[in-house]
């Protein structure tokens, strides 16, 4: 067991505090708690604030070494990674995975060479629980639930009778698009007067999207009638919205309701404009809870297997421009 600097470091820069332009000694190099994160890519605004949130938190002067791998979206290049993080000997392993599957192998090994992984954002779907210690991260189910509990009531208040929905999926097999396309799934079952028009795979981008829903449209013979779409995160939104506009549709306030998650700021912008109807939020700033799963360990403590990060619904009615000036990301 290494030499631990956090405890020491932390009281000193408590001591430290009160003497004027003096800032505690920067932890000897072998004492730092070296992580190595294997991140998904920066496939959206919510991945780039997530990325910055974990490397807030793992730095020098808080005793830690960050070993960052981007994975491009591809989960070849997450194994690698983890691979590579096995050699150079980390203390610990955070991983969040592109999908839920594909990981028994890998993760055994890490298992095998007595790194501890912690998974964060989405999860992964594995024969032993033992091969992860924690997961941080979004219940992404409940959000699915409450952003179709949403649309039943906007269903109710509009008296529209019938719903015409496009869906726009993410990275297919990730826990953020079975989890939320799942809630969307039961409530079309639960109301027959719902149609699901067409579902196009939007992969968490907004180019992919603008591509897919414009693609779509072009092919109808006809305009189709549209009263809902479902985007899986807040760039596909952006995307959709683009090319129904583009498309003479009118998104927001007397025309299509989108329904977007991650409530990125730029999303409350649009959503505060009267354009996104629900942006429901999935909270990227994941750093500190994954610090604390660490901090845990460090002192020989058990964490607990399951942490969800807190999180809401934004609409017109219930932002203000303050709220979206204080958000982080
Ligand atoms: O797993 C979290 C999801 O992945 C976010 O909703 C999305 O924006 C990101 O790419």
Redesign the pocket.
């Known amino acids: 067991m290494k030499m631990r600097w956090i405890l020491p470091a932390l009281i000193s820069a408590v001591v430290l505090s009160g003497c004027a332009g003096q800032t505690p000694p920067p932890p000897p190099e072998e004492a730092l708690i070296v992580v190595g994160i294997s991140q998904?890519g920066a496939?959206?605004?919510?991945?780039v604030a997530?990325s910055e949130s974990m490397k807030a938190v793992f730095t020098e002067s808080s005793g830690y070494r960050l070993l960052f791998e981007d994975a491009k979206q591809k989960q070849e290049n997450q194994i690698t990674a983890i691979r590579k993080f096995i050699q150079q000997k980390v203390d610990y392993i955070v991983l969040?995975p592109l999908r839920e599957t594909g990981w028994d192998s890998v993760l055994q090994e890490a298992k095998d060479a007595g790194i501890p992984v912690i998974i964060a954002?989405?999860m992964v779907d594995v024969a032993d629980e033992s091969l992860f210690v924690a997961h941080v991260?979004?219940n992404?189910r409940m959000e699915g639930e409450k952003a179709v509990a949403w649309l039943e009531d906007y269903a109710r208040f509009t008296g529209k009778e019938t719903l015409n929905i496009i869906h726009i999926q993410?990275?297919m097999g990730?826990?953020?698009q079975i989890g939320r396309t799942a809630a969307l799934e039961q409530a079309l079952k639960n109301h027959a007067d719902w149609t699901l028009q067409i579902r196009l795979d939007g992969d968490?981008t907004q180019a992919k999207t603008y591509e897919e829903v414009k693609q779509y449209l072009s092919e109808q013979e006809v305009p189709p009638e549209i009263d809902v779409v479902y985007c899986?995160?807040?760039?596909e939104a952006f995307g959709a919205i683009q090319a129904l506009e583009e498309a003479g549709y009118t998104c927001g306030e007397g025309g299509i309701a989108v329904i977007s998650?991650?409530a990125t700021r730029n999303c409350l912008t649009q959503c505060l404009n009267g354009k996104i109807s629900l942006a429901m939020e999935?909270n990227?700033l994941l750093g500190p809870l994954t610090a604390g799963v660490i901090r845990i360990l460090e002192s020989g403590g058990t964490p607990e297997k399951e942490h969800y990060i807190e999180e809401r619904s934004f609409t017109k009615e219930t932002l203000t421009e303050e709220m979206i000036a204080a958000r982080l990301y």
């Not at 496939?43 to 991945?47: A, F, N, T």
């Not at 899986?232 to 760039?235: G, L, M, R």
């Open positions: 998904v496939e959206s605004d919510w991945r997530n969040l954002d989405r991260g979004s992404f993410g990275t990730s826990t953020a968490f899986e995160n807040d760039n998650f991650d999935c990227p």
